[in-house]
């Protein structure tokens, strides 16, 4: 049976500063963290293994550590990080002092709250849709995303209600293993101490 790999790329500047979103590049864990998974997928030998990342350059980086392992990678944009509008950049203290009423309107409806100028997680299942379709057809791949992403997709797979999207587990470091079977999936995490 075929499998789909799915993590989140290493550790960012930006997750070490706590802040939202950016595009910034690995810290010395987050390389090391996609060494090893470079490493697992050296090991594991998939033929045909497909690599989809995210554009963003800390999802680049990690996913590069694996091709060198199997083959090229391909970038969906689609597999960006949750847009966050106004509050990227922002700690989620920042946000709770500067822009309090936002972070209450989350709480309420995490789901369905839009950042201003930005995206909802409904948003992204909306645009997730395309890539959830090519996985269905799709033999053994490895989703290099982020934590609203992955959250999606994971939820897809469970079959979890939407509202619980949100709040599903997806922290750094750590790999998923889904097998889909006839009516569930199995999984496996695999988590990396860096
Ligand atoms: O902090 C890392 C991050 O991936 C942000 O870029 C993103 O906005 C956030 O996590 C998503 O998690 P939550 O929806 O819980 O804020």
């Known amino acids: 049976p075929r499998s789909i790999y799915l993590t989140r ?4 500047e930006y997750n070490a500063m706590h802040r939202m979103g950016g ?5 010395e ?6 060494a090893a998974l470079g490493e697992f997928f050296k090991k594991e030998k998939i033929p045909d293994l497909r690599i989809w ?9 990690t996913a590069r550590e694996v091709a060198s392992a199997a083959a090229h990678v391909e970038y969906w944009k689609a597999l960006d990080e949750i847009d966050a509008g106004i509050c990227e950049g922002l700690t989620y203290a920042d946000i709770e002092q500067r822009y309090p009423r936002q972070s209450e309107d989350r709480a309420r409806d ?3 709250y839009r950042y201003p100028s930005g995206e909802s997680y409904e948003d992204v299942v909306s645009r997730l849709e395309p890539v959830i379709m090519e996985l269905e057809r ?3 791949v490895l989703v290099v995303g982020h934590q609203a992403i992955l959250r999606c997709i994971l939820g897809y797979f469970y079959d979890r ?6 709040y599903l587990d997806c922290p750094l470091h750590s790999l998923v ?3 889909p079977r006839a009516y569930h999936c199995d999984s496996t995490i695999y988590k990396y101490d860096v």
């Open 9 to 12: 790329h290493g550790q960012s």
């Open 23 to 27: 595009d910034s590049p690995l810290t």
């Open 29 to 34: 864990i987050g390389r090391k963290y996609a």
């Open 53 to 61: 990342s995210s554009q963003k350059i800390r999802a680049a980086q």
């Open 110 to 112: 995490k789901y369905h």
């Open 138 to 140: 799709q033999t053994d």
């Open 161 to 166: 209600p939407l509202m619980e999207l949100p």
């Open 177 to 179: 293993k889904l097998t």
